[in-house]
């Protein structure tokens, strides 16, 4: 069953750091030209945070994240990752990757994605 599943969340200190990854399972990542990286808090929209293409050549930070927040891929693990330092409150919330198939224009950010995974909790709490 083609899927992505993200791991990696937790509970963690302001100021912390967690690393998260999004893997897939019966399809090749390299085979989409872009992975996404989006978090919805509780009673809030969705939203974009981060994403890379197929190279990696393209890469967009949401403003709220840039700085503490680093998106990177192997292609060899068929997995990308989030890298999030210097953790605050704010980025408390269901963290979902997703991909997309065929190349659009704008901000990555705000394409819309095909495949999505079910998602890894992120807690910021002292």
């Known amino acids: 069953q083609v899927q992505l599943v993200e791991s990696g969340g937790g509970l963690v200190q302001p100021g912390g750091s967690l690393t998260l990854s999004c893997a897939a399972s019966?399809?090749?990542?390299?085979?989409?030209?872009?992975v996404g990286w989006f978090r919805q808090a509780p009673g809030k929209e969705r939203e974009g945070v981060s994403c890379?293409?197929?190279?990696?050549?393209?890469?967009d930070y949401a403003n709220s994240v840039k700085g503490r927040f680093t998106i990177s891929r192997d292609n060899a693990k068929n997995t990308v990752y989030l890298q999030m330092n210097s953790l605050k409150p704010e980025d408390t919330g269901v963290y979902y990757c997703?991909?997309?198939?065929?190349?659009?224009?704008?901000?990555?950010?705000?394409?819309?994605?095909?495949?999505w995974g079910q998602g890894t909790q992120v807690t910021v709490s002292s």
């Open positions: 890379i293409s197929r190279s990696g050549g393209t890469i």
């Open positions: 997703a991909t997309r198939n065929l190349w659009s224009s704008g901000s990555c950010l705000s394409w819309s994605y095909d495949q």
């Open positions: 019966e399809f090749t990542l390299s085979n989409t030209v872009m």
